[in-house]
């Protein structure tokens, strides 16, 4: 892997790609948001291979956690503009991270540079992909499964208040929260009672309506995010939960209190993510079509 592994391979490589974000992010700045969740659910199932992209019966693409995610339509744009650029030569998986690097930069977030050489991988992983983290899951097992893939508690919090900075969240993913949490038929004691009022009104009593993940700040990849945690105004069980843990509810404070620091350490976390488990060398492929494996 290296920052340079395009640079004789395919000089249009850089542009081709942010061009394309710049494009689609012209038509729906929130794309932005389902680059980045892309990116984490690809890299968390035998790592950042573009598994995710593949299509076909028992794909990834077809376990509960990757039904919506969005922007698969920018990746095949990116794609296919660089087969007719430079045929065989970029990766789906490359395209993913770099597109997610220019995305997120566009939502005022930080800059880093992406090292390339991924290949794609061959298969995708249904049973993997349906055991993602869940939003109903506890400190205890999300800490667990992060670890289980070489993340700290600290690079947990930091990627996932990063990530649900912009973005939506579907209701059923929360509504027990606000109308009867583990079956108390009251709202989570967690959560704010006023932002309990709101997210009742936004959502239908059995719609699928998306509400905004960060309150206040929905369109800015910052640290905004945490001090909604920290006032009971997270979205999910699993986020608040973050907030109740002593081994997490530092780096909320931390990162709620400086924008500086959790920009660098941001940086460091989305870097080690998406180089999780990658594929190299003679591993793998260069797909031609990024939902069909070769
Ligand atoms: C603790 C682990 C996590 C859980 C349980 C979780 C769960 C979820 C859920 C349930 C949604 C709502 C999806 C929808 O309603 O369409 C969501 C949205 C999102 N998540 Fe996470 N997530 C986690 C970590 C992460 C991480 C590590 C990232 C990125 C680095 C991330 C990025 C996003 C983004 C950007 C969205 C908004 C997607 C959109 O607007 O289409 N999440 N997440």
Not at 1 to 11: A, D, E, I, P, Q
Request: aromatic share 10%.
């Amino acid at each position: 892997m290296s920052l340079t592994f395009y640079n004789n391979k395919c000089s249009s490589f850089a542009k081709t790609v942010s061009d394309e974000v710049a494009a689609a992010m012209k038509k729906d700045p929130t794309i932005a948001a389902g680059l980045l969740r892309m990116h984490f659910h690809d890299c968390w199932v035998r790592g950042c291979d573009a598994s995710v992209l593949l299509s076909g019966p028992n794909s990834e693409r077809q376990a509960g956690p990757n039904l919506s995610l969005r922007g698969f339509q920018v990746i095949d744009t990116i794609k296919s503009k660089l087969e007719r650029s430079c045929r065989g030569v970029v990766s789906c998986a490359d395209i993913l991270t770099q597109a997610t690097r220019d995305a997120v930069v566009k939502t005022n977030g930080p800059f880093w540079r992406v090292k390339f050489g991924r290949r794609d991988g061959r298969s995708s992983n249904f049973n993997e992909a349906n055991h993602l983290p869940s939003p109903f899951e506890d400190a205890n097992g999300l800490l667990a499964k992060f670890a289980a893939k070489g993340f700290t508690a600290e690079e947990m919090v930091l990627l996932q208040g990063g990530g649900h900075s912009i973005g939506v969240g579907h209701c059923p993913f929360f509504r027990d929260r606000y109308s009867n949490f583990s079956g108390t038929a009251q709202p989570d004691p967690a959560l704010n009672p006023t932002h309990a009022i709101f997210l009742k009104a936004s959502c239908d009593p059995n719609g699928n309506a998306a509400v905004p993940n960060d309150h206040g700040s929905a369109h800015l990849l910052d640290n905004h995010y945490f001090l909604n945690i920290q006032k009971g105004k997270g979205l999910f069980n699993s986020d608040q939960e973050f907030y109740s843990d002593s081994r997490t509810r530092k780096s909320i404070d931390k990162y709620a209190a400086s924008s500086d620091k959790f920009y660098l350490d941001f940086i460091k976390a989305m870097e080690k993510m998406s180089e999780l488990g990658v594929l190299t060398g003679s591993h793998g492929s260069i797909r031609t079509h990024c939902a069909i494996a070769k």
